[in-house]
């Protein structure tokens, strides 16, 4: 059985004052079992649609289009009801993805500290989605984990991502099926460690109906903009056909054919920051 909502006032101060929680056992072993089948599955049916960004990591971000699996982790109460508490009940669904974290020699994450939805420094307070990592498999110190830097959502948001002193970090930790959720404009940074396992996570991403969509990397599909459930808040999936999209690293280039496989899209993207630097 899952927890009630955590949705406490120590919790949600907690979150308010350094921009990101962890939920421990927010999903149950079976539901982590299913979880892993069906990332299992997909890999096997269909390998093209994940991208591969180095030899560490590799995500796909339109699974929910070829697998229904993983609707129950975007409505899980134990997240989604603390969420509602802190976005309120205009909380819509904006992005989902599995991530796949190989192990490596490599020391560094390919991104390093970042904020996310928008890089540039000086647009940090347009960043207010708030995301939910859920951890698949267990996360020790000798795992790769993510990592984030207090209160650089608030009381510390002038921190430049390059300004990241070491020790500074809060590394999470947790068995799999542990939820963290997050404040995107809090930096952090995805830790890798020598000789860690594969770690495997669910990325999901939420904001309002009043900000326009954060990412149209992720394709909402017809069985859930078209649910009708009376206990889940009534503008979650409204976001399936909203064209206005933040600027920044979710809107997709305009001078990219919009039918492009999202893979290969994101791989033209991935070149032009390579040859960016
Ligand atoms: O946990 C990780 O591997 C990094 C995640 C990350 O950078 C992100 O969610 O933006």
């Not at 993805?97 to 020699?105: D, F, K, L, N, S």
């Not at 963290?180 to 830790?191: A, E, L």
């Not at 399936?240 to 979710?250: A, P, S």
Request: net charge negative; with cysteine; hydrophobic share 35%.
């Amino acid at each position: 059985m899952l927890a009630a909502a955590p949705s406490t006032p120590a919790l949600v101060q907690e979150f308010q004052e350094n921009g990101f929680v962890r939920i421990p056992g927010a999903l149950t072993a079976p539901q982590v079992t299913a979880l892993h089948q069906a990332i299992d599955r997909d890999l096997e049916t269909s390998p093209e649609s994940w991208v591969r960004f180095d030899e560490t990591l590799i995500e796909t971000v339109d699974i929910l289009l070829r697998a229904p699996d993983f609707d129950f982790t975007i409505e899980n109460p134990v997240t989604l009801g603390f969420l509602r508490g802190l976005l309120g009940e205009d909380i819509t669904f904006e992005e989902f993805e599995v991530m796949i974290r190989e192990p490596t020699g490599k020391p560094r994450d390919v991104k390093g500290w970042h904020r996310d939805m928008i890089r540039d420094y000086h647009r940090r307070m347009e960043i207010g989605y708030i995301s939910v990592i859920y951890y698949l498999t267990d996360v020790t110190e000798r795992d790769h984990c993510f990592s984030i830097i207090p209160k650089t959502h608030n009381s510390r948001v002038d921190l430049r991502p390059e300004e990241v002193a070491p020790g500074e970090e809060h590394d999470l930790l947790g068995p799999a099926g542990t939820a963290v959720i997050f404040h995107g404009r809090c930096i952090h940074s995805g830790k890798l460690k020598v000789n860690s396992r594969q770690r495997r996570t669910l990325h999901l991403y939420y904001w309002t109906a009043a900000h326009p969509r954060a990412s149209e990397w992720t394709e909402i599909p017809p069985r859930l903009y078209q649910r009708r459930e009376p206990g889940l808040p009534p503008k979650l999936y409204s976001k399936w056909n909203v064209t206005d999209v933040v600027e920044g690293v979710g809107k997709k280039p305009r001078d990219l054919d919009l039918r492009m496989p999202v893979t290969e899209m994101i791989r033209e993207v991935q070149r032009r920051a390579n040859r960016r630097g």
